[in-house]
C-alpha cells in the first residue's frame, strides 16, 4: 500500500508566506504576542482553515482551535499544533511550522478524502513565547489549569498593557471557556532549537520528554547618586555587586555538571542613566535541568548563594521566582505511535529529551501527549538566522501524520 504523504511544496510556501508577516531585514521576523504583525499572522491563519472547511473556535485568551470533523464526531479530539508569536528577533520556523504542518495535514487529508474517525483540532496557542508577557507558554498553562485566568489577563508589558487589554485590542478575545472539549492526546511538532539531531545527522527527533525549568529575578538594590561627585570607595553600586553573584550562578554548572544549564537573559539598571549610579539592578535567571531532584538542588544553591549576600555594605539583594516548570516524561502511547511513524516512513531518527520548553508540557499534564522535532541549522533558534531544510520539514510533518493515521488505526480495530 502507497504511504499518504503531504504536498511538500505547499507547506513550504505556506511556512514563508507567514513569515512575510512581521519580516525582519536579516530574515526573520518579529511577530510578537498580541501586537499588530500578530493580528495579521492570526487573520491569515483563520483565513486558511476555513478556506479547507475547518470550524473556528477562539476562546478567552485568543487561543485558535480549527476543527476537521471526524466520522464519529461525539469522540474527544485529538489536538495538535504549536504557535505562532516569536521573539523580537525571531525566526520564521519557530512555533508557526508545528501549526501550518498540521494544517497541512488537515489539507492532505482532504486530498485524499480522508476523515479520521476522532475529529482533530488544530491549536496556535497565545504567548508562547513569553517574550512581550512573562512567563511563557502563558496560554496553554491556563488550558491545563496551572494558571488561573486572572493571573493570565493581569500579566503585563515593559509598558504596562495587560494581555487583557491587548487581546481586546486586536480583536482576540474570544468567548469560548478555556478548555471547552477534553482530548484523548496530543502531538506537538517543532524545530529542536538545539544542536543535538543536525550533530547526529538525523532528520526526525522523538521527543519522550522536556527539561525542568526554573526563572527567577535577581534584585540588587544599592543607592542612586552622581557618577561624577560620588568616589567609588563610598558608592552602594548594584552593578558591582550584581557582577560577583553572576559568576556564583555560572558555578551552578561546575557544581551539578553537563547537562545543567544556566542563562542571564536580561540586566536591567535603573534608572538606566549613563551618568548615574543605578539604585537597582534586575536580572533575569534561567536555569534547567533534566533531573527533578538537581533541578531542586541548583535552585536551593541560587538561595544560599542570595542570603549570604542578602545585605552587606548597605545593597540589598532579592531572588524572587517568577516560573517553575519541572521535568516532564510524555505518554508511552504517543511517543509509540511517533516510533512506529518513523519506523514506517524510515525516517532518521533518535530519541532525545527536549532542552526548551513548550506547551507540550502543560499539555501533558491533562492528557496523553508526545513532541516530535527537526533539526534547525547549527542549533540556532530565537534569532533571524533560524534556518531548516525543506527535507526535514516535509519529514516532520509526514512522521505527524503517519502517527494520527497509526492512532486512526487503533479507533478502525
Not at 487583557?164 to 511538532?189: C, D, H, M, V, W
Not at 549610579?277 to 533531573?291: L, M, Q
Not at 531548516?388 to 494520527?404: H, M, P, W, Y
Request: one cysteine or more; a negative charge; aromatic letters at 6%.
Amino acid at each position: 500500500m502507497k504511504l499518504l504523504r503531504i504536498n511538500e511544496n505547499r507547506l513550504w510556501d505556506r511556512i514563508h508566506t507567514m513569515a512575510q508577516i512581521g519580516a525582519t531585514q536579516k530574515g526573520g521576523v518579529c511577530r510578537v504576542a498580541l501586537t499588530d504583525e500578530d493580528k495579521k499572522g492570526r487573520d491569515l491563519f483563520i483565513e486558511w482553515c476555513e478556506a479547507i472547511g475547518c470550524t473556528i473556535r477562539v476562546d478567552l485568551l485568543g487561543n485558535i482551535f480549527a476543527r476537521r470533523a471526524g466520522v464519529q464526531e461525539h469522540l474527544p479530539p485529538l489536538l495538535i499544533g504549536s504557535h505562532l508569536d516569536s521573539q523580537p528577533t525571531g525566526g520564521k520556523y519557530d512555533g508557526a511550522y508545528g501549526v501550518l504542518a498540521g494544517l497541512e495535514i488537515f489539507q492532505t487529508l482532504n486530498d485524499h478524502e480522508i476523515t479520521t474517525q476522532f475529529p482533530i483540532e488544530l491549536v496556535s496557542w497565545t504567548n508562547e513565547e513569553g517574550a512581550r508577557f512573562a512567563p511563557a507558554m502563558l496560554s496553554s498553562g491556563v488550558f491545563a489549569g496551572v494558571f488561573d485566568l486572572a493571573y493570565a489577563y493581569g500579566r503585563t508589558d515593559k509598558e504596562g498593557k495587560t494581555v487583557e487589554q491587548e487581546l481586546e485590542r486586536i480583536g482576540y478575545k474570544g468567548q469560548e471557556p478555556i478548555a471547552k472539549n477534553t482530548y484523548f492526546a496530543s502531538f506537538e511538532l517543532h524545530i529542536e532549537q538545539g544542536p543535538i539531531l543536525e550533530a547526529a545527522q538525523k532528520s526526525v527527533g522523538v521527543v519522550t520528554g522536556v527539561q525542568g525549568i526554573r526563572w527567577y529575578d535577581l534584585i540588587v538594590t544599592g543607592v542612586e547618586t552622581h557618577a561624577g561627585p560620588c568616589p567609588m570607595e563610598l558608592r552602594k553600586d548594584p552593578v558591582q555587586k550584581a557582577i560577583g553573584l553572576l559568576q556564583e550562578v555560572y558555578e551552578l554548572v561546575t557544581i551539578f555538571g553537563n547537562d545543567t544549564r544556566v542563562t542571564i537573559g536580561d540586566i536591567n539598571a535603573v534608572p538606566g542613566v549613563r551618568n548615574t549610579v543605578p539604585s537597582k539592578v534586575i536580572v533575569t535567571v534561567d536555569v534547567r535541568h533534566p533531573d527533578p531532584e538537581i533541578l531542586e538542588k541548583m535552585h536551593n544553591q541560587l538561595q544560599i548563594i542570595t542570603s549570604q549576600a542578602h545585605e552587606t555594605d548597605g545593597i540589598s539583594v532579592a531572588l524572587e521566582e517568577v516560573w517553575h516548570s519541572p521535568p516532564v516524561q510524555f505518554s508511552t502511547h504517543c511517543i509509540n505511535a511517533v516510533r512506529a511513524a518513523v519506523k514506517t516512513l524510515e525516517v532518521p531518527s533518535l530519541e532525545m529529551v527536549s532542552g526548551a520548553g513548550h506547551d507540550a508540557v502543560y499539555l501533558s499534564k491533562i492528557m496523553p501527549t508526545s513532541m516530535i522535532f527537526i533539526p534547525c541549522k547549527d542549533g540556532i533558534s530565537h534569532n533571524e538566522s533560524e534556518s531548516i531544510t525543506k527535507e526535514d520539514a516535509v519529514n516532520g510533518t509526514n512522521v505527524l501524520l503517519q502517527a494520527i493515521l497509526n492512532l486512526n488505526s487503533d479507533f478502525n480495530h
